[in-house]
């Protein structure tokens, strides 16, 4: 158990780290691309504003006809201008209204021929109507950011400037930041779990150490209270003998002692096996033996009870053959019949005056089912997930009252699951209640099973 919320603990704060660790990088992976974006942009916006600047007054210089007139060479005209400012990673074009390239300005130096920007790859792109703002293309395996706007006036209204300038590495970094980025996560969320999973076990300590004194006090608790118990059962047992010579008030004082010893020993029982699960093992004494037998004997030792709380109990025979070995099972005998005695006397503790509780059995070769119906008062079906925990009662179900532990249902599923069995109920309010315990015939070994 502790070993599991341990585990369970780790989880989730490892998981808490991980959210933390991939919202960081992220919002830190954004942040960079952002800064990185925005300056790219920056630097274009400039070069593209100063570009036109100076294209404007190109045109009203003598040099201008020979880059706008009608009867200029375009082959030449990069000869002509070349525009300052551009950075080696840079260039620009200008493009006339129909969208002819009129020409391409590039760092000093460098040939206007495209070997450095490859014209024919960003042709799409240069023919695309400008929208003022900037985006990545990729040609070549490299990367270029860019972008134009239409010249809103002078003489070389729409004329269009397109800007670019080469990010590859730009995104080099962006790609190598999101390995690293993803390398340093997973290694937080590995230290953040190994701590978690230290920091857990510090905490649970405490815990640990007052559930055992809890466990050792339960079961230490539990021996020694056998022993009394069983005096009083014996002094009860040679009282009830001479109960004929009884006055009628001493006759009451005796039934309801022996009513209460029979819960404490009960409850003293209870304990003891809860005390033992708790450990992580319920061992079992398995041996083969007819479940029919048990059940028929289970329902003998409790129709007294039942008679007294006015409830009748009945037996079906098994359905398909009658046989009792039709109902041989390879169990803990004594564990199935403490099992047994858990749903009938529930069935008719919870039930009404003049109610019924109905026992029977379904086999077949690889299994058989032990039903247990009433028409007692039912279980609201928000209660029904939690009516194995343990002392949990229902407001309606199980009132002050009644003389229930809380711990029956608790043990029966310790008993179930120690068999590897499977147990289910169904529920109508005010109408009755159907427990069903399905139980292999033959198993492999199943004892020291640890618990859930």
Known sequence: MFKRTRTRLTREFSLTIGIILVISAIFSLWMVQQMLTSTEDNQLDALRSQYEAELQKLVQSPKGQMVFGPSADRDKVNSFYEPGGLQLNQTAWLLDPNGEVIFQSSPSGKD????????????????AEPDHSYRNVSADGRTFRIGGTVIPDGEIKDYRIIVAQEVTNDNQLLSQLRWAFAGFALLMLAVGGAAGFLLAGR???????????????????????????????????VLDEQRD???????????KSGREIHHMSRLVENLLVLARSDNGRLELAV????????????????????????????????????????????????RIRQLILILIENAIQYNREGGSVTVSL???????????????????????????????????????????????????????????????????????????????????????????
């Open 287 to 334: 041996s083969r033996f007819s479940l029919r037998y048990t059940v028929l004997q289970a329902m003998e030792q409790l129709e007294s009870i039942a008679a007294s709380k006015h409830v009748r109990l009945a037996w079906e025979n098994c359905q398909g053959a009658p046989s009792e070995d039709n109902a041989m099972i390879q169990a803990d005998e004594v």
């Open 203 to 237: 905490a649970m300590g405490p815990i640990v150490q007052a559930f055992r004194r809890q466990e050792q006090f339960t079961s230490d608790a539990s021996h020694e209270l056998r022993t009394p118990l069983s005096i009083l059962k014996s002094a009860f047992e």
């Open 362 to 452: 379904e086999t077949n070769a690889q299994k058989t089912a032990i039903i247990v119906s009433d028409t007692g008062i039912g279980i609201e079906n928000e209660h029904l997930p939690r009516i194995f925990e343990r002392f949990y009662r229902m407001d309606k179900a199980r009132s002050r009252r009644s003389e229930g532990t809380g711990l029956g249902l608790a043990i029966a599923k310790q008993i179930v699951d120690a068999h590897r069995a499977r147990i289910e109920v169904w529920s109508t309010p005010q109408v009755g209640t159907t427990f069903r315990v399905t139980v292999p015939n033959i198993s492999d070994s199943f004892q020291n099973v640890a618990l859930s």
């Open 245 to 255: 010579k009884l006055p009628d008030f001493h006759r009451n004082v005796l039934m």
């Open 112 to 127: 206007p021929s495209g070997a450095i920007f490859p014209l024919t790859a960003l042709l799409p792109s240069l023919l």
